[in-house]
């Protein structure tokens, strides 16, 4: 079981990336991913999380109404659209996925999730 994420880079303030989660091994569609970053420093804390039937979607405060979650169409692969990017966005960003339920609206531990990809890093520059 593997997942790869992918589609960091380096990005002026105000500008977009997409990050892509794509799993090996297990139907990605069978589990709810999340999307995770960590700065340098920093703990790693919750972006995003979608469930397993896309029906569900949580953000982060930092992020609601910049970043979008989504399952492409064939359901093996997850997508983050980030835009109007800010320094503060800046980090390495993971995704992760989680068989279980969200409970009192806690989606954000990473110690809920099963399985994490390598991370991609995300650089915004000012």
């Known amino acids: 079981v593997q997942l790869q994420a992918s589609g960091g880079g380096l990005v002026q303030a105000g500008g977009s990336l997409r990050l892509s989660c794509a799993a090996s091994?297990?139907?990605?569609?069978?589990?709810?991913i999340g999307w995770f970053r960590q700065a340098p420093g920093k703990e790693r804390e919750g972006v995003s999380r979608?469930?397993?039937?896309?029906?569900?979607?949580y953000y982060a405060d930092s992020v609601q109404g910049r970043f979008t979650i989504s399952r492409g169409p064939a359901k093996n692969t997850v997508y983050l659209q980030m835009n109007s990017l800010k320094p503060d966005d800046t980090a390495v960003y993971y995704c992760?996925?989680?068989?279980?339920?969200?409970?009192?609206?806690?989606?954000?531990?990473?110690?809920?999730?099963?399985?994490w990809g390598q991370g991609t890093q995300v650089t915004v520059s000012s």
């Open positions: 992760a996925a989680d068989r279980g339920e969200v409970v009192n609206g806690r989606w954000y531990l990473p110690s809920d999730y099963e399985y």
């Open positions: 979608i469930s397993s039937s896309g029906d569900l979607t």
């Open positions: 091994g297990f139907p990605l569609d069978y589990y709810a």
